[in-house]
């Protein structure tokens, strides 16, 4: 119950403050992307799985990421949202059009 009310105040002062919710969220984006990627670069270098090399680029690619969205915040604010969700729908239309072919040869 107490997270549905903290979803609800949080939605309502994003609707009420659009740029400075941006702004926020951006920069807790940006920080997930660090830390996250962080994480999984030393996690792939210590336990050397298959494709750890893979993961190592990915977690270095992820962090260089959330540094420069840093670097630029609150600016960053402005753009970075608009271009996560471009590239989110870029791999989910590539994913509808790889089922649509799968199923299209069936």
Not at 4 to 15: E, K, S
Not at 16 to 44: C, D, H, W
């Amino acid at each position: 119950m107490l997270l549905a009310i903290l979803f609800g105040i949080t939605g309502l002062l994003m609707v009420m403050k659009p740029v400075i919710s941006a702004e926020a969220v951006t920069f807790v984006m940006s920080a997930f992307f660090l830390i996250g990627g962080l994480y999984q670069l030393v996690a792939s270098l210590w336990t050397h799985l298959p494709g750890w090399g893979w993961q190592a680029l990915n977690g270095a690619l992820s962090s260089i990421m959330g540094i420069l969205i840093m670097a630029q915040w609150p600016v960053s604010g402005l753009w970075a949202i608009g271009l996560f969700v471009g590239i989110d729908l870029i791999f989910y239309g590539s994913a509808w059009i790889a089922l649509a072919l799968n199923l299209h040869k069936m």
